[in-house]
């Protein structure tokens, strides 16, 4: 979901000369995961697992075209493909989007209770925090429903490959989902009710409107 987004100048700024959490090795991202600190978090995590299932459904996508024996299904899969390349690069900017998001947040409720400014700003920084992983739901929503069609489509001596990108996509859209409903308390009533009139479209089976 895109909205009007409040400035995350400050937190990314002191990340100027850290690595991207997607830039870290695999080993290093685990032991940030694992630490006693706030981020990287559930968030993130469902941002790569979107990731990780749109790039696993390109690599499938890979060993299909090309082939003479699936030249008839080609221009679908080289769709899905592009799909799949597109939503790896949206996914993977999220995960230090969610971050940042939750330090905006952070630092919104941190503020004097006695501040008259605090309200808006705590509203402010919940929509930020859960349009993130909203976002990251409604990727991960798109790239299950391609690793579905993947399945169906694709070379079938990598099937098993298309069906671990779609659950992998599905776990994903539930981690999200989750993140989304833990900021809701925050919210505003209406803007509340907007998440979660989006977020039920998303969980269900039915194709959801396109976000404000």
């Known amino acids: 979901m895109r909205g009007t987004r409040p400035s995350a100048a400050s937190p990314r700024s002191r990340r100027m000369h850290t690595p991207r959490l997607a830039d870290l090795p695999v080993t290093a991202f685990l032991e ?41 299904v080609a ?20 995960l230090d989007e969610d971050a940042a998001a939750y330090e905006v947040l952070s630092t919104a409720l941190k503020l004097d209770k006695a501040d008259p400014a605090r309200p808006a700003r705590v509203a402010a920084a919940a929509r930020l925090a859960a349009s993130v992983p909203l976002e990251t739901a409604a990727l991960s929503r798109a790239v299950r429903g391609d690793a579905k069609e993947l399945v ?20 994903a859209l539930a981690a999200a989902a989750a993140n989304v409903r833990a900021n809701l308390p925050l ?25 404000p």
């Not at 559930?42 to 075209?65: D, E, K, N, P």
């Not at 221009?75 to 999220?94: E, G, M, N, S």
């Not at 489509?153 to 490959?161: A, F, T």
């Not at 509340?192 to 977020?199: D, M, V």
Request: contains cysteine; hydrophobic residues 50%; proline residues 8%.
């Open 187 to 211: 919210l505003e009533a209406a803007d509340a009710a907007e998440f979660t009139a989006h977020l039920d479209a998303l969980t269900s089976r039915v194709s959801p409107p396109a976000p």
């Open 152 to 171: 169906r489509l694709g070379n079938p001596l990598l099937r098993s490959d298309a069906e671990a990108a779609a659950h992998l996509a599905d776990a």
């Open 75 to 94: 221009p679908q899969v080289q769709a899905l493909a592009d799909r799949f390349v597109r939503a790896a690069r949206a996914l993977t900017a999220l």
């Open 32 to 72: 940030r995961l694992a630490a006693t600190t706030p981020t990287p978090g559930g968030g993130s995590v469902a941002a790569l697992a979107g990731a990780l299932a749109a790039s696993l459904g390109r690599m499938v996508c890979g060993y299909t075209l090309g082939k003479p024996r699936f030249a008839a």
